[in-house]
């Protein structure tokens, strides 16, 4: 089909997601996985630690105000959960 963009072909890297080695880049990595891209093997498991880190000195249960709007079970669907973001 002619209409149907394909894939990104590169993989970003830690140079390119981190800005200044320290922050990561959200909306670039967003549109990088709505273009179907991929990420270096070193770049996903830095994320990963950092995420590991960051959920271990955070408390586990927080207390928020109303609404509140409660979505579970995606089941991996990450373009549900990107339209979910949308909507919400």
Known sequence: VNNVPYPAKNRLGIAEIFE???YPKI???KQHFVSE???DESAALRIIQE???RFRI???LIEIAQPVCIVGDLHG???DL???F???
């Open 20 to 22: 200044n080695n320290i």
């Open 27 to 29: 909306e670039l990595i």
């Open 37 to 39: 891209g991929r990420l």
């Open 51 to 53: 995420a590991t880190n």
């Open 58 to 60: 955070e408390k586990n």
């Open 77 to 79: 669907q990450y373009y």
């Open 82 to 84: 990107l339209k979910i």
């Open 86 to 88: 949308e909507l919400g």
